[in-house]
């Protein structure tokens, strides 16, 4: 560790170590990119945490970072909450169980979207203020700190546990003495309670001093900013720019106001991001669509920009628990400019309220196995700009790329995409990169389609040789006996590999020998087909290269089994553990796997009928599950007022207070009453089998929210953004048949909201209600290999 950079114990008793320096992080000594992914347990059934956790990492996150709410686990003064789904040692005990690393976010003011930021109510009038250095509120700060040290004993790296790093605070102004003393007075109360760590962060933003050396100051970017106090479309944002800018001058402007720029040119630490948007929580204001390229495309520009640890949040969406006196959501009862759902943290997260894997997973997955498994070589590395170089998100003719590079080695980034523009696609591109030894490497002419991101590796290793340049992207390594290395193309972009000869005798592709030419050898690929590529060093030695389609590489998981490692190409979802591999079909009840290498027999659970083919080097795997029908009925409910509970389940909501005539929040109550104008509708469900754990209810519907009850009280909520609302039928699984009732509340025509202008063209306010109501059986078996 660089001795300037302040942090805190960073070896475990096994001798394994943490570190960093002033460009990257480091892992017993070796260069480390860690991918972390923000997943709150608070808002997660403990039941599915394990299953969370085993998702986050099958999609390459490698470190897990969670708020600790306050007001979950005091809500009442001096008494503490520590179970059930605020079983903080239960979760980072899985953590460490799975070889999952965590962060935890400890405040004591989180924001997050919860109540008062994740302050107490008790705490909220508390004499000489929040949030500085007063005396009394340090002294409550203290006893919580404590509180959470004990949860986190024994768990720590320096005791061979899996927390790594705590973040003090958040959205803290730092550049002053006061902001800074303030943080390293928290900081120190941490270490006091046990939090001693590898490392110390401290969001950047709004602006914090960056000559410290005691907290590493970490950034982030949202794809929207539906904080907005606007219900009108925003400028194009310059997130999908490559460029040194570290902060998104977005984030947090609700509460923070303008924000300057700031860039990561010339920092003391890792250039670390911690909320780059793996989606947006919608508000009751402003209700974007997020598609998966608005989330995916900015991650691959602050990747290509220089970033060395990309963190996400959120990256598995939530349900907001209610509290023993109040909601626990953000709204503007509670004095913040926006209103959210009361239970509803979606965040069109890659993972979403439910566990349901989204778009977004599947593209980040791509991107994540890059991070791990040539991330190494990558933090090394530092950004160049090209010499002609946009600024500007309107452009939307002139190529957007980066090069990152160490000496001659490294990786040219290209980003064809910019949220609500659409990209021209770029033909017959030329890059030439000036080599650091004075030569140029010149990559083959290139067509760029809309959309796309690349990223295109030169003069980096395959194992022994050199591979001067591919226009495919690396993906995976699979480390077994004859290494295999994993690239895919890009569709629209010419696919080719060029390596220099020195120790190489032969290459074949797709069994035919290339010829070598000009002491090299050149591959020319068809970007719409599967190849398998073969390398045979002068001393024999064997390297396999396997080039995917774009769509396999989606569908492409790396899996290790039995002591060797897998690829698996499959429309399926992929859960996979030490033990066995979970295989999950949502509607569907075939199932079809390629795995290489094609050396392995595989089993089957409960006796399933597994067709096996050979093909090639692949090995196909096909079997099927009895299907079952699960029929929603929904009808209108003539007669509301009989659902309305004898007595409040739940703490009402006190959100209905001080709303606008022109935007008064979400009309719904917590306990149910009738709402005057209101739709509603009775949806029966049948009992799930005792075999299914899930299944998903989309409610097909156009209003200006949707409400759901079980005998009154409030299980789900809904804004309405365009799509369906979604609820889980495996939450309440032990209750057989269901009633539920649904309240929709129709759009008022005064009402100011922003809605995605393909949604709002296609409105219309004298048809709304419910369309239709279909329930997704989620089938599921495992899969293991037979020994």
Known sequence: MEEHLKQGSHTSPSGHTFSLNSLYYTKDGQPWYPVMGEIHYARIPQTDWEESILKMKASGVTVIATYVFWNMHEEVENVYTWDGNSNLRHFLKLCRKHGMYTWLRIGPWCHGEIRNGGFPDWLMHTEGGLRRDNPLYLKHVERFFTEIGKQAEGLYFKNEGPIIGVQIENEYRFNNKAGLNHLLNLKRMAIQAGMDVPYYTATGWPKGDLKQTELIPVWGGYPEAPWNSRVTELPLSRNYLYSSWANDPSVGADLLGKQEDTTADGLQYPYSTAEMGGGNQITYHRRPIITAKDVVAQSYVKVGSGANMMGYYMYHGGSNPIGKYSTLQESKATKYPNDYPVINYDFNAPIGEYGQLNESYYDLKVLHAFLDDFGSHLATTIPTFPDRHTLQPEDNENLRMSVRSHGNSGYVFINNYQRLLEMKELKDIRIRIQQQDGAELVFPQLDIASGEQLIMPFNIDINGHLLHYATVQPLYVLKNKIPTYVFFSHTGTASGLRFFANNLKKITLDGRKINKAEGAYTLNCDPEKEHQIQLTASDGKKTMILLLTSEQARKSWKIQQGGEEFLCITSSQIIPSKEEIIIRNVDKTQFEMRIYPANTRWNVENGKSVKTQKQGKFLTVRFETLGVSLQATCQKEQNPESFIPRRPLLPEDNRRE?????????????????????????????????????????????????????????????YYWGGPMMFDLGRMKQAGNKKYLLQIIPFAPEVKIYLDPSVKKNLDLSLQGVRSVRILPVYELKLTIIK
């Open 658 to 718: 001080n709303t606008p005539a022109n935007c008064p929040g979400p009309q719904y109550f917590v306990n149910f009453k009738p709402v005057p104008s209101s739709l509603y509708y009775t949806i029966r469900t049948p009992q799930l089998p005792a075999s299914m754990k899930n299944a998903y209810m989309l409610i097909d519907y156009t209003g200006d929210t949707g409400s759901l009850y079980d005998k009154g009280e409030l299980i789900a909520d809904d």
